[in-house]
């Protein structure tokens, strides 16, 4: 398995809106139009910023995966880093062999970029919610 470039940093807030301003109009950030994902319980923003992206995401619907996270930070915070991978069949397999937890059923989801995607335990990666994307 080999680690790829870093697509993502993931930044959860209590109100997107808001988030989007402050990168758009305090820190001159290009962002997306919200995109709401419910298959995902989020609904996101993407900020370019050429060599990767912030993610900003908000709790969209009930049971949203990032709402006991923004109970712990109500102000939001770092939530997960989206690193790329060539295989993420190969990937998923090699860390699972390794130990390592991989969440919800273990079979990719398809992400907000229409790529396969999946999320690793954060007590088995340095406290951090790690999400892999198929490149
Ligand atoms: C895929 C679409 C989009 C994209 O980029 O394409 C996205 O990224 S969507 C992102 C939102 N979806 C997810 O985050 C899915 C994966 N996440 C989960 O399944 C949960 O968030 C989970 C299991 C990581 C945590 O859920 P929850 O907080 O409800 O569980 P616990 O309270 O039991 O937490 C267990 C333990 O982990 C610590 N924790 C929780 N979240 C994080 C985090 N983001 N970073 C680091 N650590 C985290 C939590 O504090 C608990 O630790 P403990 O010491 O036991 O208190
Ligand atoms: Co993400």
Redesign the pocket.
């Known amino acids: 398995m080999k680690l790829g470039r870093l697509n ?1 940093v ?1 930044i ?1 807030v209590p109100d997107l809106e808001k988030a989007t301003a402050t990168y758009r109009d305090m820190l001159g950030g290009t962002v997306t139009e919200a995109q709401a ?1 419910p298959e ?3 609904t ?1 923003v993407f900020v370019d910023l050429g060599n990767t992206k912030v ?1 900003l ?1 908000e709790p969209l619907g009930e049971g949203s ?5 923004l109970e ?1 930070n109500p102000s939001g915070g770092m ?2 880093v ?1 690193y790329e991978v060539d295989d993420i069949i190969v990937a998923r397999d090699r860390l699972k062999a390794g130990g390592a937890r991989v ?2 059923d273990g079979d990719p ?1 398809i ?3 229409g790529k396969p ?1 999946l ?1 690793l ?3 088995d990666f340095c ?3 790690v ?1 892999l ?1 198929q490149a």
């Open positions: 993502h993931a959860a994902l995902h319980g989020v996101v993610e995401l995966p990032i709402a006991a996270f712990k939530h997960h989206c969440l919800g989801r992400g907000a970029h995607v999320f335990h954060p007590k406290g951090t919610l999400e994307e």
